[in-house]
C-alpha cells in the first residue's frame, strides 16, 4: 500500500521569507502524481500544485514550486514571499496510475504559521 | 454546478442515530470519492464511484456505513446508529475522468462536520 509521510507537524515563517515542507512516500509504481493541497479553516480542499512522475522538470505555480526527487521518493514544496493568506493546513499527496480508480493518500498534514 | 457542494456543514447527532451526508459534484464528472478526516488529521479514503457504480468500498471502517450514488451524480452517505468515533469531517471529492490519462485532480467540497455526543 502507499504511504505518505509528512514529517513536520507545524512550521512557522516570516512574512515575505521562504519555507519548504518536506514530504516523502513510499509505491511500487513508476507512474503516479503526487499534489499538495492547501486546507484553510473553510475546510476546502485547494489544489496548490500537481507534479506527473514521469516528468523530470519540477512543477511551478506563481510563488509554489516543488523539488521532486523520484529516485529519493520525495516530494518538497517550496514557498516563497510568504503572504499571510498561506497560512493553512498542507497536505502532501498521491495518486496512482490508474486514473479515476486510484483515489488519493493523504500524509498527515503541515500546519503552517506566517508571522506577520 | 461551479463546484462540489455538500451538506450540510454541520450535524450534531446522539449516539445511536441515523445520518445522512450529500454530496452534489461537479456537473460532468464521472469519478466521486468519500474521505475522512479525523481532527488533526489527513484525510482517509472511503468510497469510489465511476458513475453510478461503486467500484471500491474497502475504506468504508463498518456495515454502519453505506454510500450510493443512483443516478451517477449526487452522492449519499449514511451511517447508521452513529458512535462518538464517527466524529470528523466527511469531504467528497470528484473527478472528470475514470481511467487512466485523467489529469489525476480532484475537486473537493467543504465537507460536512459531524459531531457525534
Known amino acids: 500500500a502507499q504511504t505518505v509521510t509528512q514529517s513536520q507537524p507545524e512550521m512557522s515563517v516570516q512574512e515575505a521569507e521562504t519555507v519548504t515542507l518536506s514530504c516523502t512516500y513510499d509505491?511500487?509504481?513508476?507512474?503516479?502524481?503526487l499534489f499538495w493541497y492547501k486546507q484553510p479553516p473553510s475546510r476546502q480542499m485547494i489544489l496548490v500544485i500537481r507534479?506527473?512522475?514521469?516528468?523530470?522538470q519540477n512543477a511551478t505555480e506563481n510563488r509554489f514550486s516543488v523539488n521532486f526527487q523520484k529516485a529519493a521518493k520525495s516530494f518538497s514544496l517550496k514557498i516563497s514571499d510568504s503572504q499571510l493568506g498561506d497560512a493553512a493546513m498542507y497536505f502532501c499527496?498521491?495518486?496512482?496510475?490508474?486514473?479515476?480508480?486510484?483515489?488519493?493518500?493523504f500524509g498527515k498534514g503541515t500546519h503552517l504559521i506566517i508571522q506577520p | 454546478g461551479a463546484g462540489v457542494s455538500q451538506s450540510p456543514r454541520y450535524k450534531v447527532a446522539k449516539r445511536g442515530q441515523d445520518v445522512a451526508l450529500r454530496c452534489d459534484p461537479i456537473?460532468?464528472?464521472?469519478?466521486l470519492f468519500w474521505y475522512q478526516q479525523a481532527l488533526g488529521q489527513g484525510p482517509e479514503f472511503l468510497t469510489y464511484?465511476?458513475?453510478?457504480?461503486?467500484?471500491?468500498k474497502s475504506g468504508l471502517p463498518s456495515d454502519r456505513f453505506f454510500a450510493e450514488r443512483p443516478e451517477g451524480s449526487v452522492s449519499t452517505l449514511k451511517i447508521q446508529r452513529t458512535q462518538q468515533e464517527d466524529s470528523a469531517v466527511y469531504l467528497c471529492?470528484?473527478?472528470?475522468?475514470?481511467?487512466?490519462?485523467?489529469?489525476?485532480?480532484?475537486?473537493f467540497g467543504e465537507g460536512s462536520r459531524l459531531t457525534v455526543l
Open positions: 471529492a470528484s473527478s472528470l475522468g475514470a481511467l487512466a490519462g485523467a489529469t489525476g485532480e480532484l475537486f
Open positions: 507534479q506527473e512522475a514521469y516528468k523530470q
Open positions: 499527496a498521491y495518486r496512482g496510475p490508474g486514473g479515476g480508480a486510484d483515489g488519493l493518500t
Open positions: 464511484f465511476q458513475n453510478e457504480a461503486q467500484l471500491d
Open positions: 456537473s460532468g464528472h464521472v469519478s
Open positions: 509505491t511500487s509504481e513508476s507512474d503516479y502524481y
